[in-house]
């Protein structure tokens, strides 16, 4: 069964450095998604991407934030400056068709860790 | 705006007892309504998903159904098994202006089933 595959699994960075999470989606989705998960909190929605745009973007995801699909088969988020609050579970998702009623598929995570 | 709340865990159950794991939304729409589960190390995976009122999703032995009328969609199982210990995320599924969805999740149940 095709899936969303997601790296590094773990990324430890220095606070303020950039760091870029990859994804690679399913391949004949059209719609991606990053979320995030502090570490004992909720899974929140951060960003959507359709057509090589963003679709709608949550508070969270400021200035520092950005998404790129870089070729065909990429789909990475980059911080810019990284704050100890980054530090979180980061999962990419896709999903096929456009419509509430579509699945997103997930990938198994980017683990950040900010020093 | 939206949200989903779930009982809190952690569920400790004996291997083959029944299981129920309460799920509430709100909504200003009509949402899409699923169940993730993430095994230890592992991303969020579709468990099942119900699409409108009185449908019933199913999988694996777990099933759910649309409550409107109680804003709700428990989760049950007959008869659990030590493979069945994750953590369980009720989400419902936002329509996007731009055609994509969001999800909004529950905080998690985790759930240890014991021999």
Known sequence: ???????????????????????????????????????????????????????????????????????????????????????????????????SRQPQHFGDGTRLSIL | GNSVTQMEGPVTLSEEAFLTINCTYTATGYPSLFWYVQYPGEGLQLLLKATKADDKGSNKGFEATYRKETTSFHLEKGSVQVSDSAVYFCALSDRLTGGGNKLTFGTGTQLKVEL
């Open chain 1, 1 to 99: 069964e095709p899936e969303v595959t997601q790296t590094p699994s773990h990324q430890v960075t220095q606070m303020g450095q950039e760091v870029i999470l990859r994804c690679v989606p399913i391949s004949n989705h059209l719609y991606f998604y990053w979320y995030r998960q502090i570490l004992g909190q909720k899974v929140e929605f951060l960003v959507s991407f359709y057509n090589n745009e963003i679709s709608e973007k949550s508070e969270i995801f400021d200035d520092q934030f950005s998404v790129e699909r870089p070729d065909g088969s990429n789909f990475t988020l980059k911080i810019r400056s990284t704050k100890l609050e980054d530090s979180a579970m980061y999962f990419c998702a896709s999903s096929e068709e456009r419509g």
